[in-house]
């Protein structure tokens, strides 16, 4: 009898302990409990939810909760556009910016009739590996790989590698700009999802080395930019590139380069189409 009444003395006292603990946590709990602000559900319930980082954050979530501390603007979120953005700024009670679609553009028009090769390369299906053995096995030191790291790091399938080249499908392109980043060679810009030209060249070395590596690379005549009514086309270390502030669309540019590219885009059946190629076919990408 006498150890059944230890016993139950013992569970008596951690019951009541647990108890004690219990509600001292309770009371903490309320005490240094870090107040959520309700707009970061509402914004992240805006937001798209694809996670992409285009913002320069860890996910939507993270925006959300920066653009509620006012660490970010409320037109942060480049795939979700203009529509997000007003949703967003109606959350915060500011008035709404309304962002610049943007594209991704590859810089380079080297396809694998058109480059010229130093090695055959036959390791990993990857631009970062290749990158490693020598800089890839194009002798163009700027041109595009054509492995896909680009296309693994698009998260809405808008790029794809044709002809050793990658190319991006408008349609489809959020402007994120992860490929941007993906990319060893640097060549992958974000330009105004508009624009009607672009030079698809990055290589900075002189003419006559650019003529060996590569049958289209940038010689840096400078027909282009002494050609150009609006100034938006310069040649700089010995390669052009557009000023899309200054640009008018014009073509001029695309009609006096002698190597032909500079390459030009259309809306055909409301769908921006790349309309010239090098080897001046057309076709929808």
Known sequence: MEIFFKILTAAGIFAGLGLLFGALLALASKLFAVKKDPRIDMIAEALPGANCGGCGRSGCSALAADIAAGKASPS?????????AVKIAEIMGVEPEIPIRMRAQVMCSGTKDLAKKKYIYAGAADCIAAVRMGGGDKLCPNGCIGLGTCVASCRFGAISVINGVSVVDYRKCEGCGTCVRACPK???RLIPYDSAHWVGCMSVEKGPIVRKQCDVGCISCRKCEKNCPSG??????????IDYNKCTGCGICVDNCPRRIIWSAKRQNGELVISRLPDETEAEI
Do not use: P, Y
Not at 76 to 84: D, E, I, L, Q, Y
Not at 232 to 241: G, H
């Open 186 to 188: 640097q060549i992958i």
């Open 232 to 241: 938006a086309i310069k040649v700089v270390n010995f390669v052009a590139s």
């Open 76 to 84: 942060s979120c480049t795939v979700g556009g203009a529509r997000t």
